[in-house]
């Protein structure tokens, strides 16, 4: 059974910056894609970046080139480096794993809170 955790969320100023880092574990196969969600209170979970098996990445718009994903193959480790935090960032960050191969299917973890001050 395939487990995914993320880590690394927390309270930052805005402007500030934050890593966070996600965990697929419970298989050797490597996942399709990876990638960063995010959810604001009483909106819908929305993209923010994925990155694929084979290096190809996707930001949401609202991105703007402030955060970057980043991925370690072997180890179904993801990352999401945050700088210039804005207070609209806010929310529960969640990591998603998509297997082609082996345990096939999509695999969430159970987020990770970012809170951004004014």
């Known amino acids: 059974q395939v487990q995914v955790v993320e880590s690394g969320g927390g309270l930052v100023q805005a402007g500030g910056s934050l890593r966070l880092s996600c965990s697929a574990s419970?298989?050797?196969?490597?996942?399709?894609?990876m990638g960063w969600y995010r959810q604001a209170p009483g909106k819908q979970r929305e993209l923010i970046a994925s990155?694929?098996?084979?290096?190809?990445?996707n930001y949401a718009d609202f991105v703007e080139g402030r955060f970057t994903i980043s991925r370690l193959y072997a180890k179904n480790t993801l990352y999401l480096e945050m700088s210039s935090l804005k207070p609209e960032d806010t929310g529960a960050y969640y990591c998603?794993?998509?297997?082609?191969?082996?345990?096939?299917?999509?695999?969430w973890g159970q987020g990770t809170q970012v809170t951004v001050s004014s």
């Open positions: 419970g298989t050797l196969v490597g996942a399709k894609t």
């Open positions: 990155v694929t098996n084979n290096d190809i990445t």
């Open positions: 998603r794993a998509h297997f082609m191969l082996g345990p096939s299917g999509d695999y």
